[in-house]
């Protein structure tokens, strides 16, 4: 009876909530307290796939009586996978962050096929949202993780996660046993303070510090499982996780490395040493999993981190024909393709089209809980998106990013993801001349948030000191307000750049308006065409075709 009704409650949530394919080329960056501007942990997040609709979770706080069982239903497929026993009390969670500042994010790097156990009861993203319900630290949610999949099996492939609170940030790096053996192996490494790190669809942790019990933690057959299937031969201290049971691949290092790497350029001088291996170079030195930065980073340094396009280095992805004539940061799948019988690929930056939603999670140990954990939140590719204050104790999603409000088959205008995509996809098309005017929307909305957060800060603490309850509700309708305010902001974009941009044209301005010929008609637009590098390629392709040779008109 108790397992029927939470299934019953449950199912709602699901259908709404989960997603229905993988989840496998996602971003994380990830700043230690020590590193950052304000001393908050942050952390970022890039959820991306062809399918993934872009949405608010949210998971009420509850209580439950022994015997209550939770459904286990796959994040990637929606396909039930069986029952635990829940919680006797389960926390407030609000996209990856929960009311006690815990954050998790992931990213999927596969490994080794054989190693997936099909019959496992607990995938990557069922992890992700009961650690966030069960814990109120990073190291009590890794050891609610990990044993839940010694207890009820892993269902995914290899993985790693951001696992972090408001003092300190770990990197857990977990893979199945196989078929017939029930669990993980694993390790979680803890990031210094004073460093930044990353993580992009690559198993990034080398050598374990197995003494090192404070800052390490890890799976008693990490080493032995290597052994016995023969990925390893040696001394446990020269035991790589990553050689063991992600190995580089040249795609590996190019579409995923490369992803840290670029963040990693933007805080050190010393990077531009690793471009061999980034390239596709397997025989390389591995890059280190964290560094210490040359200058403190700022959340709004993480969120020009997650809109890379490798803008500055020989990987830009502006610097061949492929970008065209707008020079377009984006290729269209698939990855790679062939001409004349050799095969070829297009890079895969950190910013990419094919987003469900990002996110920068501030975490700070100067509030008070319900007003230092914040998720800076937007939809759909993060170089075009909004990223709006969500802070971690509102109790409610904003109807843009509400579950429910459209989905990836449905369009819908009041919701957010699908707002945000017909503006990107409109630039997608005429990039080079939309993005001027896309930038100074985002910049105004983002560097107005920026600058009223400590006002909405203090005047949450002067409510919370007086009933915590108070600064919950004003925190949850200032989030509301802000994410409904921003969406709306960014229809009246598109609804302008539409009318600019329609048809290949460029209708003129005066005055903050479009100008109109006097009569009240428009103006005659401007023409702009396309570049000369556009001209001069057609001209190689097709010049005799199109050369004027008779007499010019006048």
């Known amino acids: 009876m108790k397992k029927s009704y939470f299934l019953s409650v449950f199912s709602i949530i699901v259908g709404s909530c989960m997603l229905s394919t993988p989840s ?7 700043v230690g307290k020590k590193a950052s501007t304000d001393g908050s942990v942050i952390i970022s997040y890039a959820a991306d796939s062809h399918t993934l609709y872009g949405e608010l979770y949210h998971y009420a706080p509850g209580k439950y009586p022994v015997g209550t069982m939770r459904p286990i239903i796959e994040w990637d497929t929606n396909k039930p996978l069986g029952f635990i026993p829940q919680a006797s009390q389960t926390y407030s969670v609000i996209g990856n962050i929960n009311e006690h500042q815990v954050a998790i994010t992931e990213s999927t790097w596969g490994g080794r096929k054989e190693l997936v156990d099909e019959k496992g009861m607990i995938d990557y993203g069922s992890l992700i949202y009961i650690g966030l319900q069960r814990s109120k630290t990073a190291r009590e949610a890794i050891k609610v993780m990990t044993d839940l999949v010694r207890d009820y099996g892993y269902h995914s492939s290899g993985e790693s996660f951001t696992i972090a609170d408001k003092n300190e940030v770990w ?8 078929p017939g053996k029930k669990g993980a192996v694993w390790v979680a490494i803890r990031i210094p303070d004073n460093a930044i790190s990353g993580h992009a669809n690559q198993a990034r942790i080398q050598q374990i510090p197995f003494n090192d019990k404070e800052n390490c933690m890890y799976e008693k057959d990490v080493v032995n499982l290597a052994r016995e299937k023969g990925y390893f031969k040696g001394n446990d201290k020269d035991f790589s996780f990553q050689a063991a049971y992600n190995p580089y691949t040249s795609g590996g290092l190019r579409g995923c490395e490369a992803r840290v790497w670029s963040f990693f350029r933007e805080f050190s001088k010393d990077m531009d040493k690793y471009l061999p291996l980034v390239k596709g170079d397997v025989t390389q030195k591995p890059m280190p999993l964290y560094i210490v930065p040359d200058r403190k980073v700022s959340v709004a340094d993480v969120r020009k981190a997650m809109r890379n396009h490798y803008e500055g280095t020989e990987l830009c992805m502006t610097n061949d024909p492929g970008a065209g004539p707008y020079n377009v940061p984006y290729r269209w799948r698939p990855m790679n393709f062939k001409v004349d019988g050799k095969e070829y690929f297009n890079e895969r930056a950190v910013a990419t089209q094919q987003t469900g939603f990002v996110l920068v999670a501030q975490l700070r140990n100067k509030l008070p809980d319900p007003i230092g954990g914040v998720l800076w939140f937007g939809v759909d590719d993060a170089d075009m998106a909004v990223f709006t204050p969500m802070y971690c104790s509102m109790t409610k999603a904003p109807e843009c990013y509400r579950p429910g409000n459209g989905d990836m088959m449905h369009f819908s205008w009041t919701s957010a993801f699908w707002i945000h995509n017909w503006v990107a996809n409109m630039a997608y098309h005429r990039y080079a001349p939309m993005i001027k005017d896309i930038r100074p929307v985002q910049k105004q909305l983002e560097d107005r948030f920026d600058a009223q957060q400590a006002m909405i800060d203090q005047e949450a603490l002067k409510l919370y000191k007086k009933d915590p309850k108070q600064a919950i509700a004003f925190l949850t309708d200032y989030s509301i307000n802000e994410a409904e305010n921003a969406t709306a902001r960014w229809k009246r974009l598109g609804e302008y750049l539409l009318v600019k941009y329609m048809d290949g044209n460029e209708k003129k301005e005066e005055n903050g308006a479009f100008k109109t ?29 199109l050369e004027v040779k008779g007499p010019s008109e006048h």
């Open 24 to 30: 496998k080329a996602c971003s994380d960056l990830i």
């Open 171 to 178: 990197i857990l790096e977990m893979i199945g046993k196989g």
């Open 517 to 545: 010929n006097g009569y009240g008609l428009s103006e005659m637009p401007n023409f702009p065409g396309y570049s000369e590098e556009f001209y001069r390629n057609v001209v190689k392709a097709a010049g005799e075709r």
